[in-house]
C-alpha cells in the first residue's frame, strides 16, 4: 500500500502540479468558449433567455473540459510514459501493471475534479450565475465520475503507441463527439437523424444529469443507465485490446 501511495504521489507531482498544457489547455480552452458564447455572440435575447443560456452553457463547458483532459490528456500522457520508458522505470518498482493504471485512472478523475470546479468558478464570475452550493457539489461530482468511461478511450488510444496516430484519433473523437452531443451549441440546430445518435452518447446523457440538478428538475434515470452501459462497452475493449496488445508482444 504504502508503494500504491508513493506511486500516486509522483504521478500527481507530474501529471497535474508540473503540467502547464492542463492549465494552459484543459481549462483555458472552455473558459475561453464560454465567454465567447455567453458575452460576445448573444444578441437580441431577452434578460431571462440569457440567463438560462449562460448556465446551461457553462454545464456544456465543464463536461468539455473533461472530455479534453479524459482522452487528450490521458493518451498523451499514457504515451509520453511509453516513449519515455517511464514504465520500465514502474516495472522495476515493487507495483504491478494493474496498480500502475489504477493510480493513473485515479490521478486523471482528479483532474477532471480539478477542471469542473476551475470552469464552473470562472463562470459563476464571468456571468455572476447564482446556483445553490448543493447544485454545484452535485454537478462537478457527477462530472467528475460520469466521465470515467472517457478516460478508458484515452487509454485504449494510448495503446496505438505511435504520437502521430495518437494525435489523429484524439481529434477524430474529441472535436465531433463535443459538437455531436450539443456541448458547443443547442442540438436542436442539427439535423433529426444526427440528434438521435447524440442522444445516445454519453455526454449528452451526462449534460442532462447535470441540467437536471441545475434547473431542480426530475432526473432521466436513463443518463445513468447509458452513462453505465459506455463504462461496461469500453471496459470490455480496453481488455480486450490489452489482451492482444500482450499476444502480440509475446509473439515478437
Partial sequence: MANYIYQLKINFKRIILRNKAFFLFDMSLPIVFYLLYTKILPSGVSTQQLQAWN????VGMMIYGCLLGSIITTANTLLNDQTSNFKIFISLKPISRFQYYSSM???FVTL?????IAI????ILINDITLPISSIFKIILTNTIGTIPLILIGIMIAFSKRPELVNLLTNLIVFPLAIISGLWWPMEMMPKWLQTFG???PTYQLSIIDKAFLNHTDLNWFG???ILIWFGIFSLLLLII???QGHIGIAK
Wanted: aromatic fraction near 8%.
Fill in 224 to 226: 445513468f443507465i447509458n
Fill in 199 to 201: 442522444k445516445l452518447l
Fill in 55 to 58: 448556465k446551461d452553457y457553462l
Fill in 120 to 123: 464552473s468558478i470562472a463562470g
Fill in 105 to 107: 485512472m485515479v490521478i
Fill in 112 to 116: 477532471n475534479l480539478i477542471a469542473s
Fill in 242 to 244: 490489452s489482451k492482444l
